[in-house]
């Protein structure tokens, strides 16, 4: 995917950062920080729906501090020197061009491609396995 016209590097803050190829490192990184956001869903979901708009406040704390934390992850800035010169504007258009510039879309897309036909690979392996044995 060519990157013609768009941003590579923008300011967080006082520092100019480039926008991040997502390697495996810094997914492994960001997924398992992910899991907080799954925990706060799941949570939502398990509030009487009289103390959703509560909890949906307190969410919106919980929301704009995992954009601070993922952007200090991706960007190798430190979470307090983002917190008090980044402003969430800057921090929403770092992640935005970071999912762009790895073509997040596509990839999550071939991903989705590729998971019946490695099911069916691991399922075939297994049956081969048990007439192997059943064999024997």
């Not at 990184?29 to 909890?55: A, N, Y």
């Not at 998971?115 to 059943?134: G, H, L, T």
Request: hydrophobic share 40%.
């Amino acid at each position: 995917m060519l990157n013609i016209g768009k941003k590579d590097t923008l300011k967080l803050g006082n520092r100019r950062v480039a926008v991040p190829k997502l390697t495996r490192n810094r997914l492994k990184k960001l997924t398992e920080h992910i899991g907080t956001i799954g925990d706060f869903l799941v949570k939502l979901f398990l509030t009487p729906q009289e103390d959703r708009s509560v909890f949906i406040v307190a969410g919106a704390d919980v929301t704009i501090d995992e954009i601070y934390e993922i952007t200090s992850l991706l960007s190798d800035i430190d979470i307090e020197d983002l917190s008090e010169q980044a402003s969430i504007a800057e921090c929403t258009e770092y992640l935005l061009l970071t999912w762009q510039k790895n073509d997040m879309n596509a990839a999550l897309g071939n991903l989705k491609g590729l998971i019946p036909p490695m099911a069916q690979q691991f399922v075939q392996s297994i049956v081969q396995r048990m007439n192997q044995a059943a064999g024997q």
